[in-house]
């Protein structure tokens, strides 16, 4: 069956900029998650969400980044006034209900944002 | 969630088991070991977890200690396309929140 995608693969921004980038996540996954990815660097969290709401958030680094998923279902993370240090990879993963133990997360291949 | 710690880069010849090893001295009773990996360019893909019995599956075997203080990951005849970052992470099982990636073992196959 099809897998967690994300859109856009690649996105090359200005500095200042807004972005916004994609997930649809595994049809039926309830929880979904944002991670940032620096060269060199593991994954780091960013935001979780069970349905509709975000059920952790304390990843985000600023108020300059937000992410919906109005309806349960697609997620998009949102960059305003985007930095240099911005630039990384962005990657999705969504679960079934995380209540059901131990759940695995699945990946989507991730959107490399580069801000110049 | 516990601490992890790895060799930072381990090569395996091609077709030999590779052994990735990984230190939880501060896990807790309640804590499973997941093992990822991550192959250039593209996002985390599971490969095993476990509580405190080995498991094994089409992937890998995972051996954990008696006392859970650590864990290998057996990778039983590496291929080049074994060539990856293997992260190794402890976290309570049936939470919503996220896995602590840390920098993980990066793998070379070598032919």
């Known amino acids: 069956g099809a897998g967690v995608s994300q859109t856009p693969s690649n996105k090359v921004t200005e500095k200042g900029k807004y972005v916004e980038l994609r997930c649809d996540p595994i049809?039926?996954?309830?929880?979904l998650y944002w991670y940032r990815q620096s060269l060199g660097q593991g994954p780091e969290f960013l935001i979780y969400?069970?349905?509709?709401?975000?059920?952790?958030d304390s990843g985000l680094p600023n108020d300059r980044f937000f992410a919906v998923r109005p309806e349960g279902s697609v997620s998009t993370l949102k960059i305003q006034r985007t930095e240099r240090g911005d630039s990384a990879v962005y990657l999705c993963?969504?679960?079934?209900?995380?209540?059901?133990?131990?759940?695995?997360?699945?990946f989507g291949p991730g959107t490399r944002l580069t801000v110049l | 969630d516990a601490k992890t710690t790895q060799p930072t880069s381990m090569d395996c010849a091609e077709g030999r088991a590779a052994n990735l090893p990984c230190n939880h001295s501060t896990i807790s009773g309640n804590e499973y070991v997941y093992w990822y990996r991550q192959i250039h360019s593209q996002g985390p893909q599971y490969i095993i977890h476990?509580?405190?019995n080995n498991e094994t599956n089409e992937m890998a075997s995972l051996i954990i200690t008696e006392d859970r203080k650590s864990s290998t990951l057996i990778l039983p005849h590496a291929t080049l396309r074994d060539t990856a970052v293997y992260y190794c992470?402890?976290?309570?099982?049936?939470?919503?929140?996220?896995?602590?990636f840390g920098t993980g073992t990066s793998l070379t196959v070598i032919p």
């Open positions: 969400f069970q349905g509709t709401g975000a059920a952790d």
């Open positions: 049809s039926g996954h309830t929880a």
């Open positions: 993963a969504s679960s079934e209900l995380p209540g059901l133990a131990p759940n695995e997360q699945f």
């Open positions: 476990g509580l405190k």
């Open positions: 992470i402890v976290r309570v099982a049936g939470t919503g929140n996220q896995f602590y």
